[in-house]
């Protein structure tokens, strides 16, 4: 027994060693150990966790979102791509759409598709434009001096009409007044569809159609030719044509042919171009005329575009006239 006890005593003494040996650790030491102690038992506790929750994105199939398809009208049984974790698939319109539906942004595109009408045929700024053969208008723009200015139907007397302005009436009044007195004229085109032509490239320079309109009727007789132009020529104010049967020029298109009568009336009235198409391209004789915007009125053409020209601004005035009654 007394040597079990001093076992005992001894065993004390061991055991009581290693608190001893406790009391000498820093406290910086000692505190990091808890902590480091403490960090893995949260660790531990984390991953038990983790491991007793069920698995959501193993049970729950992921649902493609409509509105992440890559070709529109593609169906629902088509592969496609899935939104990150977390990103919301409700499309543009605010409200989730089915799984077999179409994007809402693409049915709202299609509708506005549906009831959008088409545009009419444009004209590109080098001439080389569509013809309008059926007649349909084109939009009249107004030229840069223009802008602003009350379209007219006055007409003075004398050659007193003023050049520059826009015209108040309509193709449908200038094919009118030529029709009825030629009705079969020898244009490359229908009546009508010039008449569009001059109303609409007359105002978006800044000239009157009705003027241009009654010059191109006293060069071509109402479009039944017969001089040295001929009517395939396109050429409706004997551009280039100096007589003796020399033809003048010839224009591709009857719009290309409009568009260089009214440019060279530019060059008349005008100092500066009007348009993107007023030049040399459109009208070989451009820059022959010299000096640039001498001609106001009517009377003013005399001499300068017809030769010796007396009276030919008075001549084309009476069908400007007869046009406005």
């Known amino acids: 027994m007394k040597k079990a006890r001093q076992r ?3 065993g004390q003494v061991r055991t009581t060693a ?5 009391r000498t650790v820093p406290p910086r030491a000692a505190a990091r150990h808890v902590a480091s102690i403490a960090l893995t038992a949260a660790l531990l506790a984390a991953v038990v966790l983790a491991a007793a929750l069920p698995s959501t994105s193993a049970s729950t199939p ?3 979102s409509a509105s992440l398809q890559l070709f529109p009208g593609a169906s629902a049984t088509e592969p496609t791509p899935v939104a990150a974790p977390g990103a919301e698939s409700v499309p543009p319109g605010g409200e989730p759409a089915a799984a077999d539906d179409i994007p809402r942004w693409l049915a709202k595109q299609r509708e506005a598709d549906a009831v959008t009408p088409r545009s009419p045929a ?3 700024a080098d001439g080389e434009g569509e013809e309008a053969s059926d007649g349909a208008a084109l939009t009249p723009s107004v030229g840069h001096e223009a802008s602003g200015a009350p379209a007219t139907r006055d007409v003075s007397t004398g050659g007193q009409t003023a050049l520059r302005g826009t015209w108040a009436g309509t193709p449908a009044r200038l094919a009118e ?9 020898a244009f490359s085109v229908p009546v ?5 032509y001059y109303v609409t490239y007359a105002a978006e320079v800044g000239l009157r ?3 241009l309109w009654a010059q191109m009727i006293h060069e071509t007789g109402f479009g039944a030719y017969g001089g040295s132009v001929k009517p395939s020529q396109n050429n409706y104010a004997g551009i280039g044509a100096t007589g003796g049967g020399v033809p003048g020029h010839t224009f591709v298109t009857a719009e290309l042919g409009v568009k260089a009568h009214i440019a060279h009336m530019v060059a008349y009235v005008f100092e500066t171009d009007q348009a993107v198409w007023t030049n040399a391209t459109i009208d070989p004789r451009y820059e022959a005329v010299r000096p640039r915007g001498g001609a106001k009125v009517l009377a003013d053409l005399d001499g300068r575009w017809a030769v010796p020209g007396i009276g030919y601004g008075a001549a084309i005035e009476r069908h400007v006239a007869a046009m406005n009654r």
């Open 122 to 124: 444009s004209t590109h």
């Open 62 to 64: 992921a649902t493609p």
């Open 177 to 185: 007044y030529l029709v009825a007195h030629n009705p079969s004229p």
């Open 18 to 22: 290693p608190r001893a040996c406790l």
């Open 192 to 196: 009508e569809t010039l008449a569009h």
């Open 8 to 10: 005992g005593d001894a």
């Open 209 to 211: 159609a009705d003027i």
